[in-house]
């Protein structure tokens, strides 16, 4: 069965500092990923996904994502966080016609 | 509305009670999933439609737990006799074309069992 590891739980960063949160996946066939973003007292919303192509991926407000098949990684991205940043982040692997959740990681941005 | 809407927003109930929550997805949207997110456990799927078929309904935690849709619309979850482990936030997402894999969620209920 298809399904994500989140490594890390908590992401403290200070403002316009780099960050990375780590997303790495299980599965035997082709992948769809996905990264969902919950900011404060919202419901979830996608932030970007890989289906096939160019295995960068963008989303509108700086955030990037690499699929990495040898490492079955997807990793996010983004080289300068805002306070408005702050969220918990969730990769995701579709499996069949469900999407399988990771555990989420929390980005707490501090001015 | 243009959303996904879900109803009660917040239910505190007794243990051994029954409760129904609902969830209104995005007109027009043929599948509908219900996923659970407790503290530290991420989001765990539970049952998705297609129309008002359930394929996947590998998700329930028990047979305590149940769901309907009508009308290839509104969907009801059913939780029997509640447990305090059932306290958490039920999510409900909705998307017209799951290939593409974009859920568009509702804001949740929050079960609290006492």
């Known amino acids: 069965a298809q399904s994500v590891t989140q490594l890390d739980s908590q992401v403290p960063v200070f403002e316009e500092a780099p960050v990375e949160l780590r997303c790495n996946y299980s599965?035997?066939?082709?992948?769809?990923l996905f990264w969902y973003v919950q900011y404060p007292n919202q419901g979830l919303q996608l932030l970007l996904k890989?289906?096939?192509?160019?295995?960068l991926v963008e989303s509108i407000n700086g955030f990037e994502a690499e699929f990495n098949k040898s490492q079955t990684s997807f990793h996010l991205r983004k080289p300068s966080v805002h306070i408005s940043d702050t969220a918990e982040y969730f990769c995701?692997?579709?499996?069949?016609?469900?999407?399988?959740f990771g555990t989420g990681t929390r980005l707490q941005v501090f001015p | 509305g243009a959303g996904v809407s879900q109803s009660p927003s917040n239910k505190v109930t007794e243990k051994g009670k029954d409760v129904e929550l609902r969830c209104d997805p995005i007109?027009?949207?043929?599948?509908l999933y219900w996923y659970r997110q407790s503290l530290g456990q991420g989001l765990e799927f539970l049952i998705y439609?297609?129309?008002?078929?359930?394929?996947?309904k590998s998700g329930l935690p028990s047979d305590r737990f149940s769901a309907e849709r009508t009308g290839g619309s509104v969907s009801t979850l059913t939780i029997q006799r509640t447990q305090q482990e059932d306290s958490a936030v039920y999510l409900c997402?909705?998307?017209?074309?799951?290939?593409?894999?974009?859920?568009?969620f509702g804001e949740g209920s929050r079960l609290t069992v006492l």
């Open positions: 439609f297609q129309g008002n078929s359930a394929p996947d």
């Open positions: 007109s027009g949207h043929t599948a």
């Open positions: 997402a909705s998307s017209p074309d799951i290939g593409r894999g974009e859920l568009f």
């Open positions: 995701a692997v579709r499996n069949t016609d469900k999407l399988i």
């Open positions: 890989y289906l096939s192509g160019s295995t």
């Open positions: 599965s035997s066939v082709s992948v769809y």
